[in-house]
C-alpha cells in the first residue's frame, strides 16, 4: 500500500548511540551503541533481566508510561532524535507500531479492535476497507471475515495475537517492536505468526525480543545479544554484548559469552 | 514540547502519514480540558464534605460549649435551651454494646465457618450471594424485619419496642459487614501457618484456634468497628422499631424504652424552630466526636497490625 | 394521604423516582470521574490522602446529611432556584447524590484500577493520549465492575431514608417537579412508624406493603447486576 521511496528502504532505520536506560537512579542497561536497518528482522536475544525488552520499550517511547524511567544518550529515527522535545510521543507511537507479549486485544469487536487506531488518529480513508486490508496483511483475514461484530478475546490466542499485529499495522506504521510475541502461543501459531513476520518485512522494519533462539535463527537479519551481570546493591544491570548479522551470531561469534549462550551454557 | 514543531519534525520521518490527520493540538487540548474536569468531580466530594462540617460547626459549637456541660448530661426538654443529650448518648452506647455482643460472635462464627469449612458447597456459596445481596438491602427493611421478628414474635423476650429490640436489628444489619471482614482477614493468614500447624499434629481447630485466628483477629476488630461506627449511626431501622423521642429517663434495664443520638438528632431538626436547630448541630458534633472516636481506634489497631506483620 | 385510592403506592414511588435520579446525575458523573482520577491521573501520595477523605464522606450518617440538606443546602438554592419550597426533592436529590457518590466512586475504582496494563499500553502504542485510552479502552474493560458500583448507587438511593425524609418533606404529591414537598416511600415508612402504629391496622400493614416493594426492587436491582457482571466481565489471563 505504502510507496516508501527505496532510497530509504534500504538505509539505517534506529541509530542507538552510546546509550543507558535508568529506572529512577538505577542504571538498568548500559552502553548501547546499534543501528538497526530498515525492512530487515532484527532480533533482541539474551537472559531474562538483561533489559532487551527495556531497549525495545524505547524505541517508541512507550517507557514515558513509567514516570521514573529515562535514558542518557542518543536514539534517532531517520536521522531525528526521537527524545529531542519537539517530537511528539503519540506521534512516534503512531509510526512505530508494537505487538506484546501476551495478545491484548481490547475488550471490543474485532472490527473496533481495528478501527480505534485509526479513528483516535484521524483517518481519512474507508474504515471497512482499511479493517479488511490490515486483517488480510495480518493473515487472519479468512478466519475473522463472518465475524467481525464478535469480541476480540473470543478467538484463539494465536488469532488474538494475528489480531494484534493487524491492529498494529492498520495505523500505517513504519516500524513493528515485537515484544515476545509468541512466549504465549502453541508452535503452530507461533509459526503462523513467525511466517507473517517473512511476508510484513517487504514493507516494516521488525524488531523483536525474543528468548527463544531458534526463533532468532528462523527469522531475523540481524541478532543483537545482551547479557546481565549482578550490580552491587542486587540488581541486574544488562549490556550489549554483540551485535552482528544472525548467521554471525549463531556459527562464528566474536564474544565468548555470545558462544556460551547460544550453543545453551547459560540463560 | 509545542505541536507545531513536533508535526514538523515528525513529518520528517513519517512518510506514510498521508491516510492521517492527526489533530495533535486539538487532542491534547481534549486531553487537559478531560483532566481538570476528573480533578473537579474528585474536589466536589470534598468541597461538600468541608461545607458539611463548616457549617455544623457554626451551627452547634456555639451551643455546645455555651451549655457545656450541662447539653452531656442533661434530659431532652421542652424548652431547647434546657435540653440535653443524656439519654440519646446512654442510648447509642447501650445499642453499641448490645449490637457488638450480638453480632460480633455470630458474624466471626460464621466468617470463620465459610471461609475455614465452607468450601465449594452449595450451602457456602448461597450464603455467599446472600450476604452480597444484604450489603445492598436498605437499611429501613432491616427495622421491618426487626419490627416483625424482635418486637412482635419475640415480645416476651425483647419487651418489644426496646432497646434490646434495637440492638439486635442492628447486629443483623452489620452482619454480613463483619463476615465480610473476617473472611477477609483470615484469607490474608498464609496458608504456610496453617500447613505447619497441621504438620505438627494439630487439629483444624487447634490450627484455627491457636495460629490463624490471633494473626486474623486485628482486621477483624478494625472490619468490626468500622461496621459498629455505621451501626451507631443508622436512624432509618430504629425509628421503624419504634425509638422514642422523648425519653427523660435513663434505661434501666434491656427492655425499657429508648432514644438514640442519631433519634434526637432527627427529633430536632424536624422542628421548625431555629433553637432546635443548634440543639441538632450540636448533637451531630457530639455523634461525630463519638464515630470519629471509633475509626481512630480501627486505624490504630490497623497501623499496628500492619507494622506487626 | 397515603390511602387516596386514586394513587396508592404510585405517589411514592414516584417520588423515589425524583430523588434518586436527582442524586444518579450528581453521582454518577461525579463518582465516575472521581474514580478516573483516583485511578489514573493521582500520583500515589494524593491517593493516599483522597481516599480516606472520601471514606469519610462515606461514614457520614445519613441524618447528618438530611440536616445539612434541609438547613444549610435549601435555603442556598432557594436564592437561585424561584418557587423552591422548604422541602423539595431536588436539594434532598442533591445531597443524596453526594451521599452515594463515595459507592460509586470506590467501586469504580477498583474496577478501573484492575483493568491489566497491558490493555493500556496496547492503546498507547497505538498513539492513543491518556484521555483516549481511558474512555476507549480502560472503561469498556471495566464496564462491567462500574456497571455494579452504579446499580449499588442506585440500590442505596432508592432505599435511604433520613435526607429525604428530611429535606424532600413527607407530603405525598404525584408531581416530578424538583421544587416542592414530596413524600418517597422510605419517608413514608418513617412518618407511618412515627406515629406509634397498632399491629394489624391498615397502616400497619401498608408499611409491610411499601417496605416489601422496596425490598423487590432493590433484590431486581441486585439480580440485574450479578447477570450484568456475569454477562459482560471479561475474562484476561
Known amino acids: 500500500m505504502q510507496t516508501n521511496s527505496p532510497a530509504v528502504g534500504t538505509g539505517t532505520a534506529f541509530y542507538v548511540d552510546n546509550t543507558d536506560y535508568y529506572y529512577g537512579s538505577f542504571q538498568a542497561v548500559r552502553d548501547v551503541t546499534l543501528d538497526i536497518p530498515e525492512r530487515k528482522i532484527t532480533a533482541f536475544i539474551g537472559p531474562s533481566g538483561c ?215 547459560f540463560g | 514540547m509545542t505541536t507545531a514543531d513536533s508535526s514538523k519534525d ?186 505447619a500447624g497441621f504438620a505438627l499434629g494439630s487439629t483444624r481447630w487447634q490450627v484455627i484456634w491457636e495460629h490463624v485466628l490471633p494473626l486474623a483477629l486485628p482486621g477483624i476488630l478494625t472490619g468490626t468497628i468500622l461496621a459498629l461506627s455505621r451501626a451507631i449511626g443508622e436512624t432509618a431501622p430504629l ?68 507494622s506487626e506483620r | 394521604m397515603f390511602t387516596n385510592p386514586q394513587y396508592g403506592i404510585f405517589v411514592l414511588i414516584s417520588a423515589t423516582l425524583l430523588t434518586s435520579v436527582v442524586a444518579l446525575l450528581v453521582a454518577v458523573p461525579l463518582g465516575l470521574m472521581a474514580a478516573i482520577f483516583l485511578s489514573e491521573y493521582a500520583s500515589r501520595q494524593v491517593r493516599g490522602w483522597l481516599k480516606p477523605i472520601l471514606e469519610i464522606l462515606a461514614g457520614v450518617p445519613t441524618v447528618v446529611f438530611g440536616y445539612f440538606a434541609l438547613l444549610a443546602v435549601t435555603p442556598i438554592l432557594r436564592l437561585f432556584v424561584p418557587g423552591l419550597q422548604t422541602f423539595n426533592g431536588l436539594s434532598a436529590g442533591l445531597i443524596l447524590g453526594f451521599a452515594i457518590l463515595p459507592t460509586i466512586a470506590s467501586l469504580s475504582e477498583d474496577a478501573i484500577y484492575a483493568v491489566p496494563q497491558s490493555l493500556r499500553q496496547g492503546a498507547y502504542a497505538l498513539g492513543a493520549t491518556k484521555r483516549e485510552t481511558i474512555t476507549n479502552v480502560v472503561l469498556r474493560a471495566g464496564l462491567s465492575g462500574i456497571v455494579a458500583s452504579i446499580i449499588l448507587g442506585v440500590a442505596r438511593a432508592v432505599g435511604e431514608t433520613m435526607i429525604v425524609t428530611l429535606a424532600a418533606g413527607q407530603n405525598p404529591t404525584l408531581t416530578l417537579d424538583p421544587r416542592v414537598p414530596i413524600a418517597t416511600m422510605t419517608a413514608f415508612m418513617v412518618q407511618v412508624s412515627g406515629g406509634d402504629v397498632a399491629v394489624g391496622t391498615i397502616k400497619y400493614k401498608s408499611l409491610f406493603a411499601v417496605g416489601m416493594t422496596l425490598f423487590l426492587i432493590t433484590l431486581v436491582l441486585n439480580i440485574f447486576s450479578f447477570w450484568f457482571v456475569r454477562r459482560f466481565q471479561e475474562k484476561y489471563e
Not at chain 1, 554483540?242 to 556459527?251: D, G, K, L, R, V
Not at chain 2, 434526637?264 to 424552630?273: A, V
Not at chain 2, 436547630?277 to 500492619?306: C, D, E, P, S, Y
Open chain 1, 51 to 265: 533489559g532487551k525488552s527495556t531497549v525495545l520499550r524505547c524505541f517508541n517511547r512507550l517507557n514515558d508510561l513509567i514516570p521514573s524511567a529515562h535514558i542518557k544518550g542518543r536514539i534517532t529515527y531517520r536521522g531525528v532524535d526521537i527524545y529531542d522535545k519537539g517530537v511528539d510521543p503519540i506521534d512516534l507511537r503512531r509510526n512505530i507500531g508494537m505487538v506484546f507479549q501476551k495478545p491484548n486485544p481490547f475488550p471490543k469487536s474485532i472490527y473496533e479492535n481495528i478501527a480505534f487506531g485509526a479513528r483516535i488518529n484521524g483517518y481519512k480513508g474507508d474504515m471497512d476497507e482499511l479493517v479488511e486490508r490490515s486483517l488480510r496483511a495480518a493473515a487472519i483475514w479468512d478466519e475473522v471475515k463472518d465475524k467481525l461484530k464478535e469480541s476480540g478475546l473470543s478467538i484463539s490466542g494465536g488469532q488474538q495475537q494475528r489480531l494484534c499485529i493487524a491492529r498494529a499495522i492498520a495505523i500505517e506504521p513504519q516500524v513493528l517492536l515485537m515484544d515476545e510475541p509468541c512466549s504465549a502461543l502453541d508452535p503452530i501459531s507461533t509459526r503462523s505468526v513467525e511466517e507473517l513476520m517473512q511476508e510484513l518485512k517487504e514493507r516494516y522494519t521488525i524488531i523483536i525480543v525474543t528468548h527463544n533462539m531458534q526463533q532468532a535463527t528462523r527469522v531475523s537479519d540481524m541478532t543483537a545479544f545482551f547479557n546481565a551481570e549482578p550490580t552491587e546493591k542486587g540488581g541486574k544491570q544488562g549490556y550489549l554484548v554483540e551485535y552482528a548479522p544472525t548467521q554471525t551470531i549463531f556459527n562464528s561469534p566474536q564474544m565468548e559469552a555470545t558462544q556460551d549462550y547460544v550453543s545453551g551454557r
Open chain 2, 10 to 195: 515528525l513529518n520528517q520521518i513519517s512518510d506514510s502519514a498521508s491516510g492521517f490527520d492527526s489533530n495533535l493540538a486539538g487532542r491534547y487540548q481534549q486531553d487537559k480540558i478531560f483532566r481538570i474536569a476528573a480533578l473537579i468531580a474528585t474536589l466536589a466530594g470534598l468541597v461538600v464534605l468541608g461545607f458539611l462540617v463548616f457549617d455544623i460547626l457554626v451551627d452547634g459549637l456555639g451551643r455546645l460549649l455555651q451549655n457545656f456541660p450541662s447539653f452531656i448530661n442533661s434530659f431532652p426538654s421542652r424548652s431547647a435551651d434546657r435540653a440535653g443529650v443524656l439519654s440519646a448518648l446512654v442510648g447509642s452506647i447501650l445499642l453499641l454494646i448490645i449490637t457488638a455482643l450480638a453480632a460480633f460472635p455470630l458474624g466471626v462464627g460464621t466468617g470463620i465457618f465459610l471461609q475455614e469449612f465452607g468450601g465449594d458447597s452449595w450451602f457456602s456459596k448461597f450464603v455467599e450471594v446472600n450476604i452480597g445481596n444484604l450489603a445492598a438491602v436498605p437499611s429501613i427493611i432491616y427495622g421491618l424485619l426487626g419490627l416483625t421478628v424482635f418486637v412482635d414474635l419475640l415480645f416476651n423476650v425483647t419487651g418489644g419496642r426496646s432497646v434490646v429490640s434495637a440492638g439486635l436489628t442492628l447486629a443483623l444489619l452489620i452482619l454480613p459487614v463483619i463476615i465480610v471482614a473476617t473472611r477477609e482477614a483470615m484469607k490474608a493468614v498464609p496458608d504456610s501457618l496453617r500447613l
Open chain 2, 239 to 306: 425509628i421503624v422499631i419504634g425509638a422514642a423521642t422523648f425519653v427523660p429517663f435513663l434505661p434501666t434495664n434491656l427492655k425499657d424504652s429508648f432514644t438514640a443520638l442519631p433519634i434526637q438528632i432527627f427529633n430536632w431538626t424536624s422542628r421548625p424552630q431555629a433553637a432546635f436547630h443548634a440543639n441538632a448541630a450540636a448533637a451531630i458534633i457530639v455523634l461525630m466526636v463519638l464515630l470519629l472516636t471509633m475509626n481512630a481506634g480501627a486505624i490504630f489497631l490497623r497501623n499496628k497490625f500492619q
